[in-house]
């Protein structure tokens, strides 16, 4: 049986080893975060900070931190998940292999939410200046819960049958938000709330929302699973707890977790939206302040005892890219029976998760033809591009499962150079402009706004990648320091970009001239452009973060000896990406030296946090 609440979790993982109180008092401000990243880098244990400055409630850090401790808290759950997971990829499984199925019935109760009349989180009350403040990053505009499970139900179909359960980002002080009365609620486009907030303001009705925090751990991991379109979050939380989650009910309100350690209800402001935001996210750069909506807080509830789970999102990898990992493991197997053809996805963590998405997938068209082309990889291309989150991808590279079928798609550079020793940059370039992109991201030409890359690759290798530089490279005057990121791969050092937005740098095309016709860039198909090459081809993680984050590809892509042949945009050498911060980007995140300072020393020998980090 899996965790009924968090502090049981807690209870065990410290039991174990797998957790460590930290009973001196620190700051929710800048300090518990800056604590809680470094403990992520270096594998350590979750963290369970007991005197919080301001707050007398304990904030719970770190607890996904690793792969493995995530596997161990849902143990006794996993193979339940696995089997129905197994029958929906392959039904034929029950026949071949009753016991999948004599497994999987008893968890298949789970799935359904219990309704109660009371819980541990209804115990008391408190106001929203009480919860602990977290504030990640200096310039955050506020103190912001970074593990909230928010819940609302369909205006058209009310029940929990109809209800979304998302992690969407929640303000609770700073800006315009009136103290205790009001916070701040933001979901990016494509989200699920998203489509209720529209059927309740289509019906004229008030939008009522609740913030869980806490809970059983299952929860955390629900809000942010990619479930299929009909499946209630709250089901797959019951499977992955190993128990149905209780919900208490409340005449005219909505549910709320038994177990949940806090709930905020409110009601979205029909006529009202204020700034939200700064916030340093998960891209390495910070979400700048827009209009979003407001929640009227109406009550804030908590258990006896509760817990304040939170995490830390930057450049990655952080601990949501432990999230990341633990949910493919979970779904992976699933993708092809959503999206016919495909064979594997990998969002690349790395590069923001968004911002570039690897797939394989059938080649099946003309399996007689002499010359094979992409055709049925730019079908299920378009199809990957049309499927729930996958929808925000910037730039999506798809090779044929056909001409390697052992490829690693999480091997990064093996995938990359599989890419891009068959590309025909000619004609597997496949652009949408003028169209969506994560609302995080801000390389494109406005909110919620820019363009989609396709790049498709197919057959026998076209090349062989460079794996030293050109000793007659010719650069541009103000380019400089090329460096090899990888095979096939150069950095080049450019001069700071100062294009308005939507305008076609000259810089970048004076250089694609100067590379025009010069020798030994055959196997070189991708040259990146970039403030600092050395920093970029430092390290993968490096190139993957400057190059994915930085660029829009309509905007961005140009191309040596570039040319249009009936609106197919190609180039005959090598792809030539401008990578350069520019003028509209948000800023990057940067620590604040004195708060780092302060954290080292208490870390230091004699230290009251010496050898957690």
Known sequence: MGYKDLASCVTDLERTGALVRIDCELSAELEIGSIQRRVYQAGGPALLFTRVKGSSFPMLGNLFGTLDRTRYIFRDTLKAVERLVKLKVDPRCALREPATLVGAVPAAWHLLPKSVSDGPVMANRTTIDKLPQLKSWPDDGGAFITLPQVYSESALQPGLRHSNLGMYRVQLSGGEYRTN?????????????????????????????????????????????????????????????????EMVRRDGRLPIPAEADFCITGVIDPAKTLPEGPFGDHFGYYSLAHHFPVL???????????????????????????????????????????????????????????????????????????????????????????????????????????????????????????????????????????????????????????????????????????????????????FSAPALCLPGVIAVQGPACSTPKGEADAEIEALCQAL???????????????????????????????????????????????STICKQWGCSGPLVIDARVKPHHAPPLIEDPAVEKRVEELAAPGGPLHGVY
Not at 193 to 222: C, D, L, Q, W, Y
Not at 337 to 357: E, F, N, R, S
Not at 396 to 421: Q, T, Y
Request: proline share 7%; net charge negative.
């Open 296 to 478: 009227k807080v109406e009550e804030v509830f908590h258990r006896d005892g509760a817990i304040w789970p939170f995490t830390t999102v930057g450049r990655p990898p952080q601990e949501d890219t432990s999230f990341g990992a633990f949910i493919h493991e979970l779904t992976g197997p699933l993708i092809p029976t959503v999206i016919p053809g495909v064979k594997a996805v990998h969002a690349v963590d790395a590069a923001g998760v968004h911002p570039l998405l690897f797939a394989m997938g059938s080649e099946r068209y003309v399996p007689y033809g002499e010359r094979r082309t992409p055709q049925e990889l730019l079908t299920i291309a378009n199809a990957v591009l049309g499927q729930g989150q996958l929808s925000l991808a910037k730039y999506l590279m798809i090779a044929a499962h056909e001409d390697a079928p052992r490829l690693d798609i999480h091997d990064i550079p093996a995938f990359l150079g599989h890419v891009l020793e068959r590309i025909d940059l000619r004609r597997d370039l496949h652009f949408q402009t003028a169209t969506t992109m994560d609302t995080l991201d801000y390389s494109g030409s406005g909110l919620n706004s820019g363009s989609k890359v396709v790049m498709a690759a197919i057959g026998e290798k076209r090349r062989t990648l460079g794996t030293e530089l050109p000793a007659a490279l010719r650069l541009a005057p103000g």
């Open 516 to 562: 025009e016709g010069g020798e030994g860039l055959d196997g070189f198909p991708l040259i990146v452009v970039c403030d600092d090459s050395r920093f970029t081809a430092a390290e993968l993680n490096n190139f993957l973060w400057v190059t994915f984050t930085r660029s829009d590809p309509a905007a961005d892509i140009y191309g040596v000896g570039a």
């Open 181 to 245: 009365e009001e916070i701040g609620l933001h979901y990016q486009i494509h989200r699920g709330i998203g489509f209720h907030h529209a059927e309740a303001i289509a019906k004229g009705e008030p939008f009522r929302v609740n913030i869980f925090v806490g809970g059983a751990p299952s929860m955390t991991v629900a809000a942010v699973m990619p479930l299929p379109e009909g499946m209630p979050e709250l089901s797959f939380a019951g499977l992955l707890a190993g128990h149905r989650i």
